[in-house]
């Protein structure tokens, strides 16, 4: 028995070091043509479809609501239709994506019954210019999680000449929390 310990220490130092270098298989997750999924942050909420042509390329539909207005009854809402490229990695767990596109904005503006001014509420409408970038991680073959960051071209409202008017831009910058299904 004492002539095979250095055996035995040698076999299992060689198969802990063997272990050790094997590769690890990798995950094989399953192709997906589309994606529904919702959007968050602490002033947005928001749902999202997705549908993928080709390997890298895919379209996504974004429509949100902020709730960061100043007045009551006053909303603002948007949507984003977004060309987005999935930029390939070795590892399938993560999908980096970029994507452009255009972008539509409604605010509807409220002064209150109080107000002297003959105009006291509407709705501003602006279609302009996006994108946006995120970092998703599937944890399964039918759902992903994610971080995502919308860009938009956005305004500044303001109430000139009796109606609320853009009265200058601002970038846009929309961090939040994305779950999809996959289908």
């Not at 250095?6 to 997906?32: E, I, M």
């Not at 452009?100 to 409220?110: A, F, K, N, P």
């Not at 992903?144 to 919308?150: D, E, M, P, T």
Request: net charge positive.
């Amino acid at each position: 028995m004492l002539k095979l310990l250095p055996f035995l220490l040698c076999s299992l130092a060689v198969s802990r070091l063997a272990a050790q270098q094997a590769p690890v298989k990798s995950a094989d997750y399953r192709k997906y043509t589309a994606a529904l999924g919702i959007l968050g942050n602490p002033k947005v909420l928001g749902v999202q479809a997705e549908g993928r042509f080709g390997t890298h390329f895919g379209g996504r539909l974004v429509a949100t609501q902020v709730f960061d207005s100043h007045r009551q009854n006053e909303f603002s809402a948007g949507g984003l239709g977004l060309l987005t490229y999935y930029i390939p990695l070795k590892n399938p767990r993560l999908e980096p994506v970029v994507g452009i596109g255009g972008v539509y904005s409604l605010y509807h503006w409220d002064l209150g019954p109080n107000s002297n001014n003959s105009n006291t509420k509407g709705n501003l409408t602006d279609f302009n210019v996006g994108g946006g970038m995120g970092l998703n991680l599937r944890f399964s073959n039918d759902f992903r999680a994610g971080i995502n960051v919308l860009l938009a071209n956005g305004f500044v409202a303001d109430y000139q000449a009796g109606d609320m008017r853009v009265a200058s831009r601002k970038l846009l910058v929309m961090p939040a929390l994305t779950f999809d299904i996959l289908l």
